[in-house]
């Protein structure tokens, strides 16, 4: 059974129709690529798949629940992690509470009033946070972190329920060259021992012939392709709106 | 039937002219004028000097209100350039604040200029003549103030839509940046569109003048109206404020029929409902990101040196009784108290990201809860503070049901105009408290010094459990909510009821603090719900530091010691007072988070 099966899935905004008909599916261990040029709606899809954005149509499965029109919370707690294309983190916080209270809302105890914070899992943060290279940051306050720690810190706090589906959005923009093939390289590592099914967004060509099992391909909100690497790179269409005629941007 | 609607149509007018010029004002340069209220009372009191040496003539009436707009206008131009144009960058409480600060200052100024009676005006014939209307007579004057409503609304509209003028006003309302980006210089349009604005409320002012009179808390009963339609109507929206106008005109007009007593419920239950079904107000849009610099501050444990001093204060002040005699003991325990109303305060604006500009409320609440408990009921203390307790906590999360799930401006007005209309309440409802003369006679049945352990106790220990509950995970769930909602609510925290909680905690924390209020002052009083209280705690949390867990304790103390000095110094407190806030206000911009004071520690 895929983790995550996505059938028809629509919305417009006024008269554009940002997501027509959209439907694939990823399975655990799997890594799939969603690509297109700026506005073909890879974000607006995200934003349905976690519940940001309900749909006007169409059904969203995961792990056989189908999910569309529950609130980001809810699909949280389904076992989905998600990580923002403008980073999201607590600035008020360390980067270890920062993880801290993603591992106290998995356990259920945010609500809790009495007992401190300050000591709740934070052997297991600092596991998590070991894990994306961010151990010796741990202390320090998130606000101050460099974009491509705060994308390594958002990966933290995304694995910290144990996910099996990761929504990246662009989960590498903002890192140097390569900085970005070695997250990537963690995340397709994690995905292969845990069965953890992964979908993302990316303009990094690298990154995605090199890392993605397979690739989709979105423009003006609709899919117009899908496939492994190299049928993606032959695609006469992909290349006309996205990969341009040269393909060189693949560069292998 | 058809004078009720009249009414609710002179009623109509009269918010509308304040109101289109607040929106207009926040539209353009997305600051609330506190302000406006005092605006309009000047507009009132000028308005009264310049009438009065003018013929009493209908013509000579519309040269002195000419002569008012212009010099509303040349005030309301100074007061921009002076004053809003350095913080329009600034966080929005500071801007409230400031202009709050105007507000002091004014009515101060306007109380030493014409004296603290109320003004009205000579009533010469063309003033009292009727007009029958259906067999029912029917002010003229009035419904020349009706016909402003139309004749406005189409001016404005004209001015707009037809004027390079108001299709700059308009492109501001939208996108400021954009437009300075166009290379349009934006200052000469602010100045221009704060004048226009000022002159609006000047007219009120003197058209409020024939059926009334000037008064000094004229200012803000109408910020208050005005708040209320400008939120109903939608921030920035002139259609929205004059359909606000219409609704709210009316149901004042037909709910002092059907609820004589219960006019401003009214008013409030409109706008809640309002909200409730549209977050933005009736013909509103979502607030483009402001993109203002709040700074949030790293949150780190206090050191130990600190949490040593404060457990030595907190021994000083349990063995205070045995030195000091009752006048030092109802200081300390006003002080005690304000700590537990500031430590309050700040987690609802501070850790919560909520800022509220009504805490009084909850406090007032809590007060007047106790002072019945004891009169109605003759309950004894421990169960008029536990009542005090409930009652305000419960408000608050009735209260807070419909605007946890507001941002900034839109809070702040709300939290504002819900602590008005309480004070409304308390002022007008005599038979149950007692009105202006309030409630006497709220003794502890203790003695001084046993009612001062129970203060110490109370006051210590609930603000020591606020901030346990700001360390435990639900301070951080709340906090988090506040740093990041996309995040917060990405890893599953449900971010409303987490701020629905602080806002009752926060409110039950108040009641406490009110509810001794009224034991150690033996009474309660209207004022306890005034604006003042509840710019006092806000003046607090920021003197102490709204971004650290000990800045409101701290601030309390500091504060409380600085307004009883003012008091006795001088009979011009507000005044000063109001300047001073101006000044914090313009030496620190970006609030004082940015800054390291010596009590600024965590």
Known sequence: ?252 | MLITALNGLAAAATLFLLASGLTVIFGATRIVNFAHGSLYMLGAYLGWSILARLPHTPWGFALGAVATMAALALFGALLEIGLLRRIYRAPELFQLLATFGVVLMVQDVVQHLWGPAELSLPRPPWLRGFVLLGGARYPRFDLIVIAVFPVLLGALWLGFTRTRWGVLVRAATQDRDMLAALGVDQRLLFTSVFALGAALAGLAGILALPDGSADLTMDLSAVTDAFVVVVVGGLGSLSGAALASLLLGMLQSFGVLWLPRASLVLAFAAMAMVLALRPNGLLGRPLAGRGVGEVVAFIRPAPRALRLAGWFALGAAACAPLILGPYALSVLMEMLIAMLFAASLHLMMGPGGMPSFGHAAWFGIGAYAAALAVHALAAPLPLALPAAVLLAAFAAAAFGWFVVRLSGVYLAMLTLAFAQICWAIAFQWGDVTGGDNGILGVWPGLGVRGFYWLVLALCAGGTLLLRRVLAAPFGHALRASRDSSLRAEAIGLDTGRLRLAAFTLAGAAAGLAGGLYAFAEGSVFPTYISLQRSVDALLMVLLGGVQTISGPILGAFAYTGLYDTLLSLTDYWRFVLGAMIIVLVLAFPQGLAGVRLPGAAR
């Open chain 1, 1 to 252: 059974m895929s983790v995550l099966r996505v059938e028809r899935l629509r919305k417009s905004f006024g008269g554009v129709q940002a997501v027509r008909d959209v439907s694939f599916a990823v399975e655990a261990g799997e890594m799939l690529a969603l690509i297109g040029p700026n506005g073909a709606g890879k974000s607006t899809c995200f934003n349905m798949l976690n519940g940001q954005l309900r749909p006007d149509a169409g059904h969203i499965d995961i792990a056989g629940r189908d999910t569309a029109g529950l609130p980001p919370r809810a699909v949280w707690r389904l076992g989905v992690g998600r990580t923002f294309q403008i980073t999201a983190t607590f600035a008020s916080m360390s980067v270890r509470e920062n993880v801290q209270l993603a591992l106290l809302s998995q356990h259920r105890e945010v609500w809790r009033l009495w007992r401190p914070a300050a000591a709740r899992h934070a052997a297991a943060a600092e596991a998590l946070l070991a894990q994306v290279g961010l151990a010796a940051q741990a202390g320090r306050a998130a606000a101050v972190l460099a974009y491509g720690d705060l994308k390594r810190l958002e990966l933290a706090i995304a694995l910290a329920n144990a996910p099996r589906l990761l929504l990246m959005d662009e989960p590498t923009a903002g890192m140097a060259p390569t900085e970005r093939v070695a997250q990537m390289r963690l995340v397709r590592d994690l995905a292969s021992a845990r069965g953890l099914a992964v979908l993302f967004t990316e303009h990094d060509m690298d990154v995605v012939f090199g890392l993605a099992d397979r690739i989709l391909v979105m423009n003006r909100g609709a899919l117009i392709a899908e496939g492994n690497g190299e049928a993606i790179r032959a695609h006469p269409e992909v290349r006309a709106v996205y990969l341009g005629t040269g393909a060189t941007s693949g560069g292998h």
